[in-house]
């Protein structure tokens, strides 16, 4: 049997996270009622002038110089024709001759190695509306909610050979674009959608194949088994003496399998044209300036950085800079705490589980950097058990309370009074003299029994180590 190679570009279309849409002042919240954040310009009514949002541009240029593009300081936007229920002006307002960045690469790793993988172009379009199929009713709705809400497209050259780096790169591109705030990247909502350009050839050939589209893709494990089963479809194709049709397809997760949606178009089937309301873009210096100046540190440096600075080992520094929020807060909190290690504990910990538990996300915690490391200080510095530290966090994760104060209102500071504690050792020692005779007989294994129940005696707020030293002391007397 001939020995195949994939080849594999990618369309990644990504949402910006501006609060307005592209060419109007329409808002771009997720979720709203269908059809109520619309408007003439929008909705594609004659006579709608566009008008491109400033913070659009800055978003596209910021990505572009994080991913390694030249910058085209001269571009403008094109008219890309055709029709689409969704599509409400017959046109869509692209970048199709001069985009707004070129000829960039990113760095991906998988357990092949490292590889560079380039980046044709990223432009500035508007996203289509949204169509929506009543099984039922047998018919479709439209939401022109989504219509112009601003994209930028990243076109990959045709430098992946598998699923692995598809995804790798994938990650790459999220990790990189949340970091910068431009967009949430959130697959399960359409903000990153990703085309799959495939096609395979012979192994040593240097001839491409015909190439087939993949859409609806909302997942990397999505991606990941659509990129498998367009390979093995060719390659089926080609061992049957079959062609294969240059089209688009329709990934089904359910069904683990693509079909037919529309020929693929080529560039000239839109009949591209320059945008006759839009001006073109002229990119200065200043512009330039002032975005370089805001490029944050972006994921693998900030790794690097904790590990060093903090001392946290790869896996702990990987966990907490998976998102860009928790990797603010947990700077800003190691800083004020002066403690990197027990900072990683509480977010990795309890965070982390309660975040599970309410279905919170990093960027939505409401309790502070400030109060978290009040409460690591208070801790450390013997102010509270880490049993009551827990039930303050429980309550700071809810409304961002002061620990300081919320401990001394509910009780919960460790209790200093030797009276009271030797009161309760003796209570302890004397409800439990079976515990005691075995600890005389050589079970040393019983004295956290008795620590746990002199603990709960004092609900907790004992310092440990001094309920640990009366206890030993009493019951070396008592020997």
Sequence with gaps: MKQYETVIGLEVHVELATRTKIFCGCSTRFGAAPNTQTCPVCAGFPGALPVLNKKVLEFALAAGMALNCEVNRYSRFDRKNYFYPDNPQNYQISQLYLPICHDGKVEIETAAGKKAIRIHEIHMEEDA??????????CSLVDFNRSGVPLIEIVSEPDMRSADEVIAYLETLRDTLQYLKVSDCKLQEGSMRADVNLSVREVGSDTFGIRTEMKNLNSFKAIAHAVEGERER????LEEGKAVVQETRRWDENKESSRPMRSKEDAKDYRYFPDPDLPPIVVSEELLHKIR????????????????????????ASVLTSSVYMAELYEETAKLSGNGRKTAAWLMGETMRLMKEEGLEAQNLRFSPAHLASLIRAEEEGRVTPHSAKKIFAAMFREDVDPDQYMEEHGLAVVRDEKALEEAVDKVLAQCEQSVEEYRSGKEKVFSFLMGQVMREMKGKADAASVRSLLLEKLKKSL
């Design 129 to 138: 509306g949204k169509l929506i199929h009543d099984e039922w009713g047998d």
């Design 234 to 237: 060719q390659i089926e194709l």
């Design 293 to 316: 100046s805001r490029q944050p540190i972006l994921r693998k440096e900030r790794q690097r950085q904790m590990q060093e600075v903090y001392g946290l080992t790869e896996y702990d």
